[in-house]
């Protein structure tokens, strides 16, 4: 159980391109999900968090206009990076997670990663 | 917020021995305590986890201890195999707080 599928695993693209990566909660109903930036041997950045049907929560430095952030339902959130620049290039990982009365402190449960490279 | 330190930043053993990876955390709010194995290409996947109200809790070959006086945490993997080579990071957060994750180890099982 709790599988977190990311789509897609792998994209490249010219400069100035905007990217939608699509992270989906499989098996469970994801209250919130987390978006993850990993650069080379690095650990993992969060960069937003999205609590279905409201307004995504950036971490400080993250640009909330190059980063969109959409959690329209339970199973489904989607990042776009806006007119990417190479810059941008990296591995981002979503995550999942289900909160409720009585449910903190859940694991998170992470996606495989989108890597993206931008030319 | 939260600071997580996580020691050594590598470490290679032979097959068969045990791998200790040690985690710190600063506030002591914190009460729940995830490991991930993050294989490369892929993303992170637990592999347990520990709540403040125990101290030690086992799976199999994998064990963690929490120490909440010292707020410090391990990581114990005994038998160790090839398949355990990956980068092992520890993480600390408290009730719906975010995560805040260690540095990452990269195990190298040597067989």
């Known amino acids: 159980g709790a599988v977190v599928s990311q789509h897609p695993s792998r994209v490249i693209c010219k400069s100035g391109t905007s990217v939608k990566i699509e992270c989906r909660s499989l098996?469970?109903?994801?209250?919130?999900m987390f978006w993850y930036r990993q650069f080379p041997k690095q650990s993992l950045m969060l960069m937003a968090t999205s609590n279905e049907g409201s307004k995504a929560t950036y971490e400080q430095g993250v640009e909330k206009d190059k980063f969109l952030i959409n959690h329209a339902s339970l199973t489904l959130s989607t990042l776009t990076v806006t007119s990417a620049h190479p810059e941008d290039s990296s591995f981002y990982i979503c995550?999942?997670?289900?909160?409720?009365?009585?449910?903190?402190?859940?694991?998170?449960?992470f996606g495989d990663g989108t890597r993206l490279s931008i030319l | 917020g939260e600071n997580v330190e996580q020691h050594p930043s590598t470490l290679s053993v032979q097959e068969g021995d045990s791998a200790v990876i040690k985690c710190t955390y600063s506030?002591?709010?914190?009460?729940?305590f995830p490991w991930y194995k993050q294989e490369l290409g892929k993303g992170p996947q637990l592999i347990i986890d520990i709540r403040s109200n125990v101290g030690e809790k086992k799976d199999q070959r994998i064990a963690v201890t929490l120490n909440k006086t010292a707020k410090h945490f391990s990581l114990h993997i005994t038998e160790t195999q090839p398949e355990d080579s990956a980068v092992y990071f520890c993480a600390a957060s408290g009730g719906y707080q975010k995560v805040t994750f260690g540095t990452g180890t990269k195990l190298q099982v040597i067989p």
């Open positions: 506030d002591s709010a914190s009460n729940y």
């Open positions: 098996d469970f109903q994801a209250t919130t």
């Open positions: 995550s999942a997670i289900t909160y409720g009365a009585g449910l903190s402190n859940q694991p998170q449960h």
